[in-house]
């Protein structure tokens, strides 16, 4: 199983959200560049970044701190953040991004979805993000009123490569990940899923490496706040 250390960037600065409220976030010490070296020097080959500045505008606002993120460190990265146009996917792809997330944009408008996979094949990841089972978008300021379920059945053909699960309730929380409903997901989902939100421990990783049509599992503050450890960390990745 792959292990997805987590960069959210914001003007310019390694921060983590609570339950991806801006108003409730932490500012860390080391640069994005210099907490990606630091996952490729424990020996990570994956890279999950979101590029916080452009949920909120649209814009590919940190690209060129991305593009020196994967040209130095040479790892697998995977890029989200308010992606809403073949613009936007291209440029990403052209710095070396292995694989583009579209969230709220796909959700809003599955026709995009549907064209981002076919001009992008094997390039193009889905960010679920769910509270209560029902889809957020637009940052997670509003709800979808559609269920998760409901929207992957509809989508499910159209090439999404990779799927990216986040239980809204648990993400910045350290109270381990929704692997009930993610289990749901990656069960009616036709390509590999990732868990997203909450990891708190070794044994959430141990407990996901269990469970069926997972790829990987996405770790963020439970790093950034010493309660796991990179060494340990490591030796999950496979």
């Given at each position: 199983?792959k292990?997805f ?5 914001k003007d310019?600065k ?5 339950k991806g409220?801006f ?9 994005p560049i ?10 990570f080959k994956?890279?999950?970044i979101?590029?916080l500045?452009g949920a909120?505008?649209?814009?590919t606002?940190?690209?060129?701190i ?5 040209k ?6 995977e ?5 809403r146009?073949?613009?936007s996917?291209k ?16 959700i809003?408008d599955?026709k ?13 990841a889905?960010g679920?993000d769910?509270k ?17 379920l409901?929207?992957?059945d509809e989508?499910n053909?159209y090439?999404v490569?990779r ?9 910045g929380?350290k109270?381990s ?16 899923v990732?868990i ?8 959430d990783?141990k407990?996901a490496?269990s469970?069926k049509?997972?790829e990987?599992i996405?770790?963020g503050k ?7 450890k990179?060494e340990?960390?490591i030796?999950e990745d496979a």
């Amino acid at each position: 199983m792959k292990i997805f250390p987590a960069i959210d960037i914001k003007d310019e600065k390694c921060v983590r959200l609570i339950k991806g409220d801006f108003d409730n976030k932490t500012e860390y010490k080391n640069s994005p560049i210099d907490q990606a070296n630091s996952y490729k020097d424990h020996g990570f080959k994956n890279l999950h970044i979101v590029d916080l500045d452009g949920a909120l505008t649209g814009e590919t606002v940190n690209i060129n701190i991305i593009q020196e993120i994967v040209k130095k460190s040479k790892l697998k990265v995977e890029i989200g953040g308010g992606i809403r146009n073949f613009e936007s996917i291209k440029k990403y792809l052209d710095i070396g991004a292995e694989k583009v997330i579209l969230g709220s944009a796909a959700i809003k408008d599955k026709k995009f979805l549907k064209e981002a996979c076919q001009k992008f094949p094997n390039k193009i990841a889905l960010g679920l993000d769910a509270k209560d089972g029902y889809l957020s978008v637009s940052g997670w300021k509003e709800n979808s009123n559609q269920l998760a379920l409901d929207y992957l059945d509809e989508v499910n053909d159209y090439g999404v490569s990779r799927l990216i699960y986040t239980d809204i309730n648990k993400d910045g929380m350290k109270q381990s990940p929704n692997f009930d409903e993610t289990s749901k997901v990656a069960a009616n989902s036709n390509c590999p899923v990732i868990i997203s939100g909450g990891v708190s421990s070794i044994d959430d990783i141990k407990k996901a490496k269990s469970l069926k049509n997972i790829e990987g599992i996405i770790v963020g503050k439970a790093i950034y706040d010493g309660d796991i450890k990179l060494e340990e960390l490591i030796k999950e990745d496979a």
